[in-house]
């Protein structure tokens, strides 16, 4: 797998994709003009990152994919509830500054009706600068970290009561919603 030679962040990403041990794919992808985008598939545990050149510019994105039984279960919870916990998802997603998120579609109210979140970092690199290397690690980890978070919130939702400190475990003890 070898990207296009006259992309030579790609080139150094190449090499220091398999110095991290990440799996790497070739990567199809095209801008909205139907341009080809140069591009790398690297695989993190169970993540799928794509990382793509436009203008100069390396992107980190990574798209998750709320599974349509995910979201059968979440609509049933009580509005308020699913109210709450698309609030701790934005929350979570904020914590960290340097990765960008969308959530799909765009005006989900509540977090049964989210389909998709797209998380995204920016950066360039040189091989001539070895700092650029922990930049490239750390916007894999960033990403990877902001994708458990996501996760996490998901878990608590749908692990139902979870009891508190100093609390009986009876639902109407944990978290407001759960009956």
Request: hydrophobic content about 40%; some cysteine.
């Amino acid at each position: 797998m070898t990207p296009p030679a006259d992309s030579p962040q790609l080139q150094t990403v190449l090499a220091w994709a398999r110095d991290l041990q990440l799996g790497i794919e070739p990567l199809e992808a095209r801008d909205a003009s139907g341009a080809t985008l140069p591009g790398l598939a690297l695989i993190r545990g169970q993540l799928r990152l794509s990382l793509l050149e436009i203008k100069g510019v390396l992107h980190l994105i990574c798209d998750l994919n709320v599974p349509p039984q995910v979201r059968d279960a979440t609509r049933k919870l009580k509005a308020k509830l699913q109210e709450e916990m698309l609030i701790a998802l934005r929350q979570a997603l904020s914590e960290s500054p340097r990765v960008g998120w969308v959530l799909m579609p765009p005006t989900t109210a509540r977090i049964g009706d989210l389909e998709q979140i797209r998380l995204t970092e920016a950066f360039r690199i040189t091989a001539a600068d070895p700092g650029t290397f922990n930049r490239f690690a750390d916007a894999v980890q960033e990403l990877a970290t902001a994708a458990l978070k996501a996760g996490g919130v998901y878990g608590q939702l749908m692990a139902g009561p979870v009891p508190l400190s100093g609390t009986t475990g009876r639902p109407d003890e944990t978290r407001p919603g759960y009956a």
